[in-house]
T-cell receptor
Framework: AQTVTQSQPEMSVQEAETVTLSCTYDTSESDYYLFWYKQPPSRQMILVIR??????QNATENRFSVNFQKAAKSFSLKISDSQLGDAAMYFC???????????FGEGTQLTVNP | GAGVSQSPSNKVTEKGKDVELRCDPISGHTALYWYRQRLGQGLEFLIYFQGNSAPDKSGLPSDRFSAERTGESVSTLTIQRTQQEDSAVYLC??????????????FGDGTRLSIL
């Protein structure tokens, strides 16, 4: 079974600085998708960024980028120029190409200090 | 352009009662998912609908949990004889379906269920 591990329950960053959130996963599949979701106190899960495993190039969305290391099964999220609105719980998730469900990690609570 | 809508937003009920949670997916999304999120934890998959059928219901924790979907629209998650361990936020998501399986899931705000 696939598992997703986020080893940092909490992280903090100063406004305008850069922070990296870690995620590792376990799978025997060669093709799959990886996601980072943000969950503010409003509870809604917001898609931040996604990566297709067959693509070597790391995905980037404005201030958000990933470091995808397929051999190491690592998928970290880098947030540059952190803003107060980035404060939230961040979840890493995995999905098989043929599957339907998302498998989530336990989450990392990010605090942004002014 | 409405997103995924869930109701009620919050539900408090006594142990042993039945509850129904509702999800309205984004129009045109044929795939619908239910997840459970216990306090301070990640999301656990419950069930997946493709149209009216549920090809994957392997995440339902017990026979007290059931779900149905009418048309390619509203879904209802029912929990019978609720227990205190059922207390959680129940999140619904919907997505388009593609052969590649790369369509993102769009989530609602969830229903916070509290069992007294």
């Amino acid at each position: 079974a696939q598992t997703v591990t986020q080893s940092q329950p909490e992280m903090s960053v100063q406004e305008a600085e850069t922070v990296t959130l870690s995620c590792t996963y376990d799978t025997s599949e060669s093709d799959y998708y990886l996601f980072w979701y943000k969950q503010p106190p409003s509870r809604q899960m917001i898609l931040v960024i996604r990566q297709e495993a067959y693509k070597q190039q790391n995905a980037t969305e404005n201030r958000f980028s990933v470091n995808f290391q397929k051999a190491a099964k690592s998928f970290s999220l880098k947030i540059s120029d952190s803003q107060l609105g980035d404060a939230a719980m961040y979840f890493c998730a995995y999905r098989e190409t043929s599957g339907s469900r998302l498998t989530f990690g336990e989450g990392t609570q990010l605090t942004v200090n002014p | 352009g409405a997103g995924v809508s869930q109701s009620p937003s919050n539900k408090v009920t006594e142990k042993g009662k039945d509850v129904e949670l509702r999800c309205d997916p984004i129009s045109g999304h044929t795939a619908l998912y239910w997840y459970r999120q216990r306090l301070g934890q990640g999301l656990e998959f419950l069930i997946y609908f493709q149209g009216n059928s549920a090809p994957d219901k392997s995440g339902l924790p017990s026979d007290r949990f059931s779900a149905e979907r009418t048309g390619e629209s509203v879904s209802t998650l029912t929990i019978q004889r609720t227990q205190q361990e059922d207390s959680a936020v129940y999140l619904c998501a919907s997505s388009l379906v593609s052969r590649q399986g790369n369509q993102p899931q769009h989530f609602g705000d969830g229903t916070r269920l509290s069992i007294l």
